[in-house]
């Protein structure tokens, strides 16, 4: 069966650029451009992904409500958020929209089908319980890379795609300083320096919630960033 | 602003001075006062003369054709001549009064009769006091001065008529010759005047006597004296209340139009930034209007600086669609089967892409620095960490500039945010790297002065122009002259460092070194304890 995206987007060439692209690599593309036309349609068949930008027409927000809406329909359904504006990176987080990732629209179309098949593939091993193969194991913290799940100390970490892309980095060469180039490549993202930063306050801030003592990753004033090693057991 | 340096080169003549200076014509009121009670008392004196001569014809009038009256000692009857000094005496006595006095001599210069004495009633005390007490005081104050201008008229205390008056009296000899006359001749002592008044008795065709009609004219010098003391007295005061009134008014207007300046001045802060003047808000005058003439310039000035300020945020914001629709078309592109050629017109058209997206990051992160600061997270950190991470990092950020770090022992610590902390570094790195010439190294100290941090870099270069020091660290304000690189600078960086140092609650500037070689760009900030 063919998956099923739906991208809501009230700019028509982007929309359509979008949908090609998706198209061609074998996905059932619905386009909608404004909200009460993407609800009404979501609300008779719910899709596999949607794609969601932020500002529709003239609702600044359109996209945030719209998503909220969503998820009162299924907790399941993979949502990537579509922004024009950086500052709302931080509105997403902020508002805990239950997005699974956010990128601003700047991507290439290559991220972007990297993101939609790796959200794919997180949602179907979600729903069988089999066994993940790929467990990366670094003392307390483990990552399960098929389903792009994180856990520390037992918790779950509840992180995006991007952000979990940005601790696998960090974490597959403990004590190594990634610098915000290597980053961006390995997330799959282009944005500058300062979203770096702030994305990995929110990482901090994630694993925090989970573990208040938690203090892994170091900043590298003026270099990047790092995971801090294991400390020998006393 | 070039304003600035002109600005503190006070006027030599301020409008306090201009004002006092003007009210000087105010003196014109006492000059004509004083021509007013000169008038006057020309007029009085006239008035005196003519009533002697009046009283002097009068008596002569009555005496003249009257032979028995004016016997001549040639008749020889002593008891004729007698009576008839008797009924003269009593002639003169009905019209003589105190201060007027009245005689009659006969041709040998033999005085027949004389009434009334030159000791005149004292002048009448001053009637019309316009300031009251006030004026009183001041009369007071300014007797000693008044002493010294005049001598006060004493009343001539003339018992007898001197002989030389008799003898010696010019106007008399006229009088017997024929013709009436008068003078004024000093009173004993010389301190009065009196005036006297001859007039001849005829008797047929032949002059048989005279008469002298005398006045002191103390009343008229006494009156004089009296209005050129309330002349002075009521200037003077109406001088200096005009003079304080025009001094307060003037201080008024110096003091507001002082204050405006000052707020005028410091309207536009050394970080760009315009407030809105307040002096004379509300005044309904001219200074009222041009207050608020300035807070509309000023007020159009800030509207600009915040369109300029935002307008990066605004083009990022809009030219983000666009250009997700252009890359979105060229992956599309890319992604069918190209024939060879067209690969190297899309690789051109990403390459542009790209540039156009670096250039949109930097307007953006300026605006993005702003959501950070509001947001306001600070913490306690070292900056000696953050400043030698940083700079060992440069080494490998910009191979072909050495930098030159030297640190203080002591820690250094500061509240605020180090990821921020190093974001400026980096810029006024690449700022001193950008404008770094020759082999010598960009030097960063990092030092503990005074209680505060103080941070510098500074590099051999190309000097700051004088007007724009003030400005550099506004937004999109750049002294680069000519593009360097393919790198887009749009005058953020220093904009940026600006925001983050008052985020640390420091001070930036820049400034040329003292030898000229370069500029250093020195940053203050309070230490947190």
């Given amino acids: ?227 801090r090693a294991d400390e020998p057991p006393t | 602003m070039a304003g600035t340096l002109t600005h503190h080169r006070l006027p030599a003549v301020g ?150 008056v008799v003898f010696g009296g010019p106007e008399i000899e006229r009088a017997l010759d024929g013709a009436p006359a008068w003078r004024r001749r000093p009173g004993p002592g010389g301190r009065a005047v009196i005036l006297s008044v001859a007039h001849p008795i005829w008797v047929g065709e032949s002059v048989v006597g005279a008469v002298v009609v005398e006045e002191n004219t103390d009343a008229i010098v006494s009156l004089r004296n009296r209005a050129m003391e309330q002349l002075i007295a009521v200037t003077l005061i109406a001088f200096s209340v005009a003079a304080l009134v025009l001094l307060l008014f003037a201080s008024r207007l110096t003091s507001r139009l002082r204050r405006l300046r000052d707020e005028a001045e410091n309207a536009i802060d050394s970080q760009g930034r315009v407030r809105a003047l307040v002096a004379g808000e509300h005044a309904r005058d001219e200074i009222g209007d041009l207050s608020r003439s300035f807070s509309t310039v000023l007020g159009r000035l800030a509207q600009y600086n915040d369109y300029l300020e935002n307008l990066a945020a605004r083009l990022t914001h809009e030219l983000r669609t666009p250009i997700a629709v252009v890359r979105s078309s060229l992956d599309n592109v890319r992604m069918q089967q190209m024939p060879g050629e067209l690969g190297v017109y899309v690789g051109r058209a990403e390459h542009g892409l790209n540039r156009l997206e670096t250039i949109l990051t930097r307007m953006g992160e300026a605006t993005r620095l702003e959501q950070v600061v509001r947001s306001g997270e600070r913490e306690r950190f070292d900056a000696r960490s953050v400043v030698a991470g940083c700079v060992a990092g440069y080494a490998s950020a910009y191979p072909q500039r050495r930098f030159a770090l030297k640190m203080t022992e002591e820690p250094v610590p500061l509240t605020g945010a180090p990821d921020l902390f190093a974001q400026m570094l980096d810029k006024l790195a690449a700022n001193a790297a950008d404008f770094a010439e020759g082999e010598t190294p960009i030097e960063v100290a990092l030092e503990r002065d005074s209680g505060e941090a103080l941070l510098r870099f500074s590099n051999t270069g190309p000097l700051l122009p004088a007007e724009m020091k003030d400005r550099l660290f506004e937004s999109m304000v750049s002294v680069r002259k000519e593009r360097r690189a393919a790198e887009p600078h749009l005058g953020l960086g220093l904009f940026i460092v600006r925001q983050i140092v008052e985020f640390h609650g420091g001070k930036a500037g820049a400034a040329n070194r003292p030898d000229g070689s370069g500029v250093v760009f020195e940053l203050r900030f309070p230490l947190a304890y």
């Fill in chain 1, 1 to 227: 069966m063919r998956r099923r995206i739906a991208i809501v987007e009230d700019d028509p060439a982007i929309r359509a650029n979008y949908a090609d692209v998706l198209g061609k690599h074998g996905y059932e593309v619905a386009a909608y451009g404004d909200r009460a036309q993407a609800l009404a349609a979501l609300r008779l068949r719910l899709p596999d992904l949607v794609l969601l930008d932020i500002g529709l027409g003239d609702e600044v927000d359109g996209g945030f409500t719209l998503c909220r809406e969503l998820r009162t329909l299924s907790a399941a359904l993979p949502i990537i958020f579509l922004t024009a504006r950086d500052s709302d990176f931080d509105a997403v987080s902020g508002l805990r929209m239950g997005a699974d990732d956010y990128v601003t629209k700047n991507v290439s179309l290559p991220q972007l089908l990297a993101r939609v098949s790796a959200l794919f593939r997180r949602a179907e091993l979600g729903r069988d319980s089999a066994r993940s193969e790929e467990i990366v194991q670094r003392g307390p913290l483990k990552l399960d890379l098929n389903r792009f799940t994180v856990g520390w100390r037992g918790g779950d970490v509840d992180l995006t795609l991007t952000e979990f892309w940005m601790v696998h980095a960090l974490v597959r060469f403990p004590g190594h300083v990634k610098n915000r180039e290597q980053l961006m490549s390995e997330a799959h993202v282009v944005v500058d320096d300062s979203t770096i930063t702030s994305h990995i306050k929110r990482i901090r801030r994630k694993f925090g919630a989970v573990d208040p003592g938690f203090d892994r990753i170091d900043t590298v004033y003026g270099v990047g960033y790092r995971w």
């Fill in chain 2, 15 to 164: 409008l306090r001075t201009k004002l006092v200076l003007a009210a000087l014509a105010l003196l014109v009121i006492p000059w004509a006062g004083y021509s007013y009670v000169k008038a006057i008392e020309r007029l009085l004196r006239e008035n005196q003369q003519q009533q002697l001569v009046a009283t002097a014809r009068g008596v002569a009038t009555a005496l003249q054709d009257r032979p028995g009256f004016m016997g001549t000692p040639a008749d020889g009857a002593a008891a004729g001549a007698r009576a008839a000094t008797d009924q003269v005496q009593l002639l003169i006595a009905g019209l003589a009064r105190p201060g007027l006095r009245i005689w009659v001599v006969d041709r040998k210069l033999w005085l027949v009769a004389v009434a009334g004495d030159l000791k005149g009633p004292l002048p009448a005390a001053p009637g019309s006091v316009t300031f009251g007490p006030l004026e009183g005081a001041v009369q007071a104050a300014l007797r000693p001065i008044y002493e010294r201008l005049y001598q006060r008229p004493a009343s001539p205390t003339e018992e007898f008529i001197p002989n030389d």
